[in-house]
């Protein structure tokens, strides 16, 4: 998979987890479920954060991370500030990714290598 196209689906991912989000409204996003080991839709999301700024930060980029991941399952808040934060994550300046802004109401364009005659072997699905 090409940068392009793992960046693509980064981002459309994102975009998913803030519709989510603004779906569920405050109170919903920040519940447990009645189950197990269940997380909030706020959690999840302050997790998935988590794990990008390791792998993308840290692994990646090799820049120095802090990160209580125990703490990321335990988050809750008010959803402007996360969805705040989601849109912080993607403008990695250092690395010049060319990801959109966070809420975007557009429709999800085409992945990059469907805009291309030949594509690598990854197929998309929408």
């Not at 447990?32 to 980029?61: I, K, Q």
Request: aromatic share 8%.
């Amino acid at each position: 998979m090409s940068t392009i196209d793992f960046l693509w689906f980064v981002d459309k991912a994102l975009d998913d987890m803030v519709s989510i989000l603004e779906l569920l409204g405050e109170e919903l996003a920040n519940r447990r479920p009645a189950l197990d080991g269940a997380n909030s839709a706020v959690a999840t999301v302050t997790h998935c954060l988590g794990v990008m700024e390791f792998w993308g930060g840290y692994a990646v980029a090799g820049r120095s991370i802090e990160r209580d991941r125990e703490a990321e399952f335990r988050a809750s808040g008010p959803l402007a500030d996360l969805i705040e934060r989601v849109r912080a994550s993607r403008r990695p300046a250092s690395t010049g990714w060319p990801l959109r802004s966070a809420g975007s109401r557009t429709k999800t364009p085409a992945p990059p290598c469907a805009r291309k005659q030949a594509c690598s072997s990854t197929s998309w699905k929408s």
